[in-house]
């Protein structure tokens, strides 16, 4: 397992900024978080973040303490698209200057599309501060002409919780 940087998370809520430092956010806790490439985005809208939520309880009850969902996009984006996809239990974690998706190794240039930096498509399990587990996308590179999501499903996710927590 490796470490996670100190970096602080700054997100909006109930109209004030507040910023946690991800030590708060982790300490003594097991997280699943997701990133993206962006909000409002065909595969992240219509499986990624949907899936999540669906598995919520599921993920929960395998001792899983949070899901939170990470895309290099402003608070106020994350916020609007978290109303526009109904979500009530994955968190959203706002990126907006890349410092947690760059931390975790997968900050990607997708100029080619026009998003200019974005998270390539991942999952992983945050025990207490550490990767436990990393569920990546193959092809991993700058300006890719693929979106793959295979890998880092909820569906993953679960299997893997399930065969380690017999």
Do not use: H
Request: charged share 25%; net charge negative; aromatic share 10%.
């Amino acid at each position: 397992m490796s470490k996670l940087l100190e970096l602080e998370i700054k997100f909006r809520e109930d109209g004030e900024w507040n910023t946690i430092p991800t030590s708060t956010l982790l300490s003594g806790r097991r997280v699943v978080v997701f990133g993206l490439p962006g909000a409002f985005t065909p595969t992240c809208s219509t499986y990624q973040l949907p899936g999540f939520e669906e598995n919520y309880s599921t993920i929960r009850e395998l001792g899983i303490d949070e899901v939170w969902c990470v895309s290099v996009n402003d608070a106020f984006v994350m916020n609007a698209w978290a109303k526009d996809q109904n979500i009530e239990w994955v968190k959203m974690l706002p990126d907006g200057n890349g410092e947690f998706t760059d931390a975790l190794g997968m900050l990607v240039d997708k100029s080619n599309l026009g998003f200019g930096k974005r998270s390539w498509r991942y999952a992983m399990i945050l025990n207490d501060g550490n990767i436990e587990r990393a569920f990546i996308e193959d092809g991993k590179t700058d300006n890719c002409e693929s979106d793959p999501y295979e890998v880092s499903t909820p569906e993953n996710v679960i299997t893997y919780l399930k065969e380690t927590n017999k």
